[in-house]
C-alpha cells in the first residue's frame, strides 16, 4: 500500500500562545480561537476587537468541524490577524505567532502529527 506524503508546513514566526480545542468540549472553537488571540495580546477576551469583521467564523467552524469526520482528513488553516499569524489544524490544536518576531530558521508549525 503506497503512503500518502504527510502534510508539512512551517512557520518563521515565534509562538506566544497555544490551546487546544475538543469538539465535544465546553467551549466552541470560536471560544477557543478567541482566547488564544486574547492570550498572545495579553488581555482578557471581552476586550478584543471583534473577530467577525476579519474572519468568517462561522464558515471556520463549519470547514474544521466538518474535516474530521474521515480519519485521515488533516486540514490546517492559517490566518493573518494584525500582527499575529494564527494556525489552526483540524485535530483542535491553535497556535498564536508573533508575526514580528522571526525564528531563526523555519520550524514545523507544529511540532507533532500535523505540521
Given at each position: 500500500m503506497k503512503r500518502e506524503p504527510e502534510l508539512a508546513l512551517y512557520r518563521s514566526c515565534s509562538v506566544v500562545s497555544e490551546t487546544f480545542y475538543e469538539r465535544e468540549g465546553g467551549r466552541t472553537l470560536t471560544e477557543a480561537l478567541v482566547d488564544a488571540v486574547a492570550e498572545a495580546e495579553?488581555?482578557?477576551?471581552?476586550?478584543?476587537?471583534?473577530?467577525?469583521?476579519?474572519?468568517?467564523?462561522?464558515?471556520?467552524?463549519t470547514l474544521l468541524t466538518n474535516s474530521g469526520e474521515a480519519a485521515d482528513d488533516e486540514l490546517l488553516l492559517g490566518l493573518r490577524m494584525d500582527r499575529w499569524n494564527v494556525f489552526v489544524s483540524s485535530d483542535g490544536r491553535i497556535r498564536v505567532c508573533d508575526a514580528t518576531e522571526e525564528t531563526r530558521s523555519p520550524e514545523p508549525i507544529f511540532d507533532d502529527g500535523l505540521s
Open positions: 495579553g488581555v482578557a477576551p471581552t476586550e478584543l476587537p471583534s473577530l467577525y469583521g476579519s474572519i468568517d467564523l462561522d464558515a471556520l467552524t
